[in-house]
Every structure is written in C-alpha cells, then in structure tokens.
C-alpha cells in the first residue's frame, strides 16, 4: 500500500495553526471586528480593512490542502481528489469574497462546497484491505464522517439564518474540527506506517 509522504505529514502540522493564526491575527487587526457573530470570510470582505491578510491566509490553507492531496498517498484515490476540489473551493471563496452587507452567491456557494467535501472526504478516503491503516478503515471513516457532517451542517444552518448571533463561533468551531480532522488522520497512518518501516 502507498504511504504518506513526509510532504503531507509537514502540512498536516502547519494546517491547523495557520487556520488559526489566520483569524487570529486579521480579527486582531480590525478594531470594532466581532468574532462571536461575525464570519472569519468577513475578515477576507472587500471592505475589511485586512482583507490581504485573511485571504492570504485562505490561499495558503488551500495551497496546504492541494499538498495532502497529492501527497496522502495512502488515501483511496476518490479522497484525495475530494480534498483537491476542496482546495479548489478555497481558492474560489476568495476570488469572490462576501460581503459585509448582504451576500455573494459565488462565495456561498464555494463554501458550502469546501465545508461539505471537508466533512466528508474521509469516507471517500476509506479502505477495504485488510492492511489498510484502522483509521481508513469503513468504522472510522464512517464514524468521522458522521461527526463531521453534523458539525458542518450545523454551522451552515446557522450560517444561513439572518437572526442568528454566534455565526462567528460556530464556524470557528468547523474550522478547527475540519483541519484537525485531516491533520489526525495523517499524522496516525504516518507514525503507523514509521513503526513497521515504511515510511522515509
């Protein structure tokens, strides 16, 4: 079976803590900036006074997704072309940013995309070998998926309620979820696949 590659290790590292750093520093920078009920796509608004920043953060989280693609060797083919076209959806969320009044249905719509594929690249992912890692195997997959899905639809209901009030936390809260998602996945094959000898 195909390992993951020492790439997609080092980005499974990097990938939460740019995620976080992201939004951290831009809503830091924006006086008057409200995390509780504001987006973190706010911050990467045409009228956010750190827009640079938080879309420079997005490219980065997607250019980081691309390399786990690739580089996940381990995963089924029909996962890492999930995490790829999430990727996509990152990159194009950016290109058309919300914004701060109203909404963009471009953006919304590579969002909703990124957020679903995120939730459920895992059960693409998954392996039937009986030398498959347990973590890809259908209980994992399927139970992660699971768990994932609900957090994500979750966030998008409350994404799309105009009287909603903790829009900012909840998708802060799938964010996270999501990125440590990929980056546990990767980290327990590669330290499985170190302990019998093949990885690099």
């Known amino acids: 079976m195909n390992r993951i590659e020492k790439p997609a290790l080092v980005v499974a590292i990097i ?3 740019q995620s976080v750093l992201g939004w951290t520093i831009a809503g830091a920078l924006w006086v008057g900036y409200d995390p509780v009920r504001q987006t973190i796509s706010d911050l990467a608004a045409n009228e956010s006074p ?5 879309s420079s953060f997005f490219v980065l989280g997607g250019i980081l997704t691309l390399i786990a693609a690739v580089y996940a060797r381990t995963f089924a083919m029909p996962g890492r072309v999930a995490l790829f076209v999430s990727a996509i959806c990152t990159f194009g969320l950016t290109i058309f940013p919300t914004p701060l009044i109203g909404y963009s249905l471009w953006h919304r719509i590579f969002a909703i995309s990124s957020f679903v594929l995120s939730a459920g ?4 992912a998954m392996r039937f070998r009986k030398d498959a890692p347990w973590i890809l195997k259908p209980p994992a997959a399927i139970i992660g998926t699971a768990l994932q899905t609900a957090l994500a639809l979750w966030f998008l209901s409350t994404w ?3 009287n909603a009030t903790d829009v900012g936390v909840w998708e802060r809260v799938v964010a996270v979820s999501q990125s440590l998602y990929v980056s546990v996945v990767v980290i327990v094959i590669y330290l499985g696949q170190r302990s019998k000898g093949t990885s690099l």
Do not use: E, K
């Open 50 to 54: 750190v827009n640079v920043i938080m």
């Open 121 to 124: 690249w895992h059960l693409f």
């Open 160 to 162: 799309t309620d105009p």
């Open 15 to 17: 990938g939460p803590i």
